[in-house]
């Protein structure tokens, strides 16, 4: 089977392995990745043929591109050899479509003329096919990186590989720019960064026919990325602000700028402690990035005062109404720890995604306290990835759980095993404010 | 707030959602201060999520939301389609599309028949919060 060179961005490369898997899932590419390092722009796959290496990264985020491996080497003299050695039983195929040539380099650069000369140092090819340099049939790319220059701008930088290879096709990371948040008109302060929102849905598989659930939806950012990938949003949010946004400004107006109006299933106002999805309904995905409540302590239905509503009576105004039933209402809340609604998230995924559906939550750690206590468990989950993007003191987490198939006539339910757990008084926001040093108190 | 979402939205009182009143949400009382009022808005037709989504709809409370809100041209059981791209199936997909996606409910109120609580749906978006007294 072909060699196929993937190259990679040079960011966000805790996630990359796990979006290529996750769009190897989508396209039911058997490919093994094992070899893919985080330091490196290039990563090596064998797949079956072209149109494999084209599907497995025409949705990628965090891939550029995909070529068909001709050579590669440490310097220019081994690149020609190992072409020669490697593929010269395809040179025929080439001798007659139009091509061009294409120069990429990491941590370097040649001048045009520099690169002309390396063009033609490859004449042994023998492609006698027109030139062209709009749409060619063929691209023939030669792709190197030299090593960090670390301590001298004085020495020449090393050349560490070269490679040369025919393109195949290209991800959708011109996307990132599409969505940046710069350019959209509604945003909140809970906006998600586009690149990683795009990368979330990769990863929850988000794609046509199916429907995918954001509980946490402020603005909607996931909602719009869950969408690009073709999938139907649904999305809700304890605060009604953010969902319903301003006339000229709002959720549905973004989908309208990104003419996305098709994919949008609906958003409601509600709590996630209580939350209204019948539970034989199953969603494909889950896609959320939960308030940890640093820029306003978590809150969710309920009164912090016990004793208020012990009677279950509805408040009657002076005037005979319920209060409750006039327009301006706003229904009382309560602090709420950010561990307990991650195992009510849990447990609501296990009971709402359908047999292999995704989870992916977003989580921040402390990077102080993080372990592997850390992470949410569920019996019924299995957690398949865990990206890290990190910050100075701290870090967010994507985990991605799959829900496991359910079994005989278990199907769809799930039991309710929860046990009472007791909640660390000491919650991330605390640390987040008392600068992740000495251990704060705690405000619930 | 559109169709499809009606059918699998249930009243959002814990103490409801152990009795089979609490679904469908239902719309056969109104209030005047936020008249019921549908809209058609256009979606571009995927025969492929309609035929993927039929299995998950609830039947029964389809019809009762479909009666509830002035349709009774609904078969009294789900369609059993086999190949959502055949030509004989493209009319029922179509009609359950323009229903179940292209249907909105712009305002209005739904009604649990276990609590006879109300919730509020405006400028399209339903509003399940709680007062307190109905919180756990």
Same mark, same amino acid.
């Given at each position: 089977?072909?060699?196929?060179?993937?190259?990679?961005?040079?960011?966000?490369?805790?996630?990359?392995?796990?979006?290529?898997?996750?769009?190897?899932?989508?396209?039911?590419?058997?490919?093994?990745?094992?070899?893919?390092?985080?330091?490196?722009?290039?990563?090596?796959?064998?797949?079956?043929?072209?149109?494999?290496?084209?599907?497995?990264?025409?949705?990628?985020?965090?891939?550029?591109?995909?070529?068909?491996?001709?050579?590669?080497?440490?310097?220019?003299?081994?690149?020609?050899?190992?072409?020669?050695?490697?593929?010269?039983?395809?040179?025929?195929?080439?001798?007659?479509?139009?091509?061009?040539?294409?120069?990429?380099?990491?941590?370097?650069?040649?001048?045009?003329?520099?690169?002309?000369?390396?063009?033609?140092?490859?004449?042994?090819?023998?492609?006698?096919?027109?030139?062209?340099?709009?749409?060619?049939?063929?691209?023939?790319?030669?792709?190197?990186?030299?090593?960090?220059?670390?301590?001298?701008?004085?020495?020449?930088?090393?050349?560490?590989?070269?490679?040369?290879?025919?393109?195949?096709?290209?991800?959708?990371?011109?996307?990132?720019?599409?969505?940046?948040?710069?350019?959209?008109?509604?945003?909140?302060?809970?906006?998600?960064?586009?690149?990683?929102?795009?990368?979330?849905?990769?990863?929850?598989?988000?794609?046509?026919?199916?429907?995918?659930?954001?509980?946490?939806?402020?603005?909607?950012?996931?909602?719009?990325?869950?969408?690009?990938?073709?999938?139907?949003?649904?999305?809700?949010?304890?605060?009604?602000?953010?969902?319903?946004?301003?006339?000229?400004?709002?959720?549905?107006?973004?989908?309208?700028?990104?003419?996305?109006?098709?994919?949008?299933?609906?958003?409601?106002?509600?709590?996630?402690?209580?939350?209204?999805?019948?539970?034989?309904?199953?969603?494909?995905?889950?896609?959320?990035?939960?308030?940890?409540?640093?820029?306003?302590?978590?809150?969710?239905?309920?009164?912090?005062?016990?004793?208020?509503?012990?009677?279950?009576?509805?408040?009657?105004?002076?005037?005979?109404?319920?209060?409750?039933?006039?327009?301006?209402?706003?229904?009382?809340?309560?602090?709420?720890?950010?561990?307990?609604?991650?195992?009510?998230?849990?447990?609501?995924?296990?009971?709402?995604?359908?047999?292999?559906?995704?989870?992916?939550?977003?989580?921040?750690?402390?990077?102080?306290?993080?372990?592997?206590?850390?992470?949410?468990?569920?019996?019924?989950?299995?957690?398949?990835?865990?990206?890290?993007?990190?910050?100075?003191?701290?870090?967010?987490?994507?985990?991605?759980?799959?829900?496991?198939?359910?079994?005989?006539?278990?199907?769809?339910?799930?039991?309710?095993?929860?046990?009472?757990?007791?909640?660390?008084?000491?919650?991330?926001?605390?640390?987040?404010?008392?600068?992740?040093?000495?251990?704060?108190?705690?405000?619930? | 707030?559109?169709?499809?979402?009606?059918?699998?939205?249930?009243?959002?009182?814990?103490?409801?959602?152990?009795?089979?009143?609490?679904?469908?949400?239902?719309?056969?009382?109104?209030?005047?201060?936020?008249?019921?009022?549908?809209?058609?808005?256009?979606?571009?037709?995927?025969?492929?999520?309609?035929?993927?989504?039929?299995?998950?709809? +609830?039947?029964?409370? /389809? #019809?009762?939301?479909?009666?509830?809100?002035?349709?009774? @041209?609904?078969? $009294?059981?789900?369609?059993? %389609?086999?190949?959502?791209?055949?030509?004989?199936?493209?009319?029922?997909?179509? +009609?359950?599309?323009? /229903? #179940?996606?292209?249907?909105?409910?712009?305002?209005?109120? @739904?009604?649990? $028949?276990?609590?006879?609580? %109300?919730?509020?749906?405006?400028?399209?978006?339903?509003?399940?919060?709680?007062?307190?007294?109905?919180?756990?």
């Amino acid at each position: 089977m072909p060699e196929y060179l993937v190259l990679l961005a040079q960011t966000h490369e805790s996630f990359r392995k796990a979006e290529l898997e996750a769009l190897a899932v989508l396209e039911n590419i058997s490919v093994d990745l094992s070899s893919h390092d985080e330091k490196s722009p290039f990563l090596y796959v064998t797949l079956q043929d072209d149109d494999e290496a084209k599907r497995l990264i025409q949705r990628s985020i965090l891939a550029r591109a995909v070529y068909e491996l001709w050579g590669k080497a440490d310097s220019e003299n081994a690149l020609h050899e190992d072409v020669r050695h490697r593929s010269s039983s395809r040179f025929e195929k080439y001798k007659t479509p139009s091509f061009k040539f294409d120069f990429i380099s990491h941590r370097g650069s040649r001048t045009k003329s520099q690169q002309r000369d390396m063009f033609e140092s490859f004449d042994y090819l023998g492609f006698d096919g027109p030139i062209k340099m709009r749409d060619p049939d063929e691209i023939f790319t030669i792709i190197e990186e030299y090593e960090p220059a670390y301590h001298s701008n004085t020495d020449p930088p090393r050349l560490s590989h070269i490679f040369f290879g025919r393109f195949i096709g290209e991800s959708q990371r011109d996307v990132v720019d599409k969505y940046d948040l710069k350019k959209r008109r509604y945003i909140g302060t809970t906006s998600f960064d586009a690149e990683l929102a795009l990368i979330s849905c990769n990863i929850a598989l988000a794609g046509p026919q199916k429907i995918v659930y954001d509980p946490f939806a402020g603005t909607g950012s996931f909602l719009v990325a869950a969408s690009h990938f073709g999938a139907m949003a649904l999305g809700s949010d304890i605060d009604g602000r953010q969902i319903r946004g301003k006339k000229a400004r709002n959720i549905t107006t973004n989908y309208d700028q990104y003419k996305l109006q098709s994919f949008f299933l609906d958003t409601f106002v509600g709590d996630f402690t209580h939350n209204p999805i019948r539970a034989s309904f199953k969603l494909d995905a889950i896609v959320c990035d939960p308030p940890y409540g640093v820029r306003e302590g978590l809150k969710v239905l309920g009164s912090r005062d016990t004793e208020r509503y012990a009677d279950k009576k509805p408040t009657v105004l002076e005037n005979g109404d319920l209060s409750h039933l006039r327009p301006d209402y706003i229904p009382p809340k309560k602090p709420y720890h950010f561990d307990a609604l991650l195992d009510d998230l849990l447990e609501f995924a296990a009971r709402n995604l359908v047999d292999e559906g995704r989870l992916c939550c977003w989580m921040p750690t402390a990077n102080e306290d993080y372990g592997e206590r850390t992470i949410p468990k569920h019996p019924e989950l299995e957690l398949i990835s865990n990206c890290v993007q990190e910050f100075n003191r701290w870090s967010r987490r994507l985990l991605t759980y799959v829900r496991k198939v359910r079994e005989g006539d278990d199907a769809g339910l799930v039991s309710s095993h929860r046990e009472k757990k007791v909640y660390s008084q000491v919650q991330f926001r605390d640390k987040y404010f008392s600068g992740f040093s000495a251990t704060a108190n705690s405000v619930v | 707030m559109k169709l499809l979402t009606a059918n699998f939205v249930q009243c959002s009182v814990k103490a409801c959602s152990a009795t089979p009143k609490c679904f469908p949400l239902h719309f056969d009382q109104q209030t005047a201060d936020v008249p019921l009022e549908l809209a058609h808005e256009d979606v571009d037709f995927s025969p492929e999520f309609i035929y993927n989504i039929l299995p998950r709809i +609830d039947w029964p409370a /389809l #019809l009762i939301t479909a009666r509830e809100l002035g349709n009774n @041209m609904l078969p $009294e059981t789900t369609p059993e %389609i086999e190949n959502p791209n055949a030509p004989e199936n493209e009319q029922i997909l179509r +009609d359950l599309h323009t /229903l #179940l996606l292209e249907t909105q409910i712009i305002q209005g109120s @739904m009604r649990c $028949e276990n609590c006879n609580h %109300i919730y509020f749906i405006r400028d399209s978006i339903p509003n399940f919060l709680l007062p307190g007294h109905l919180v756990q």
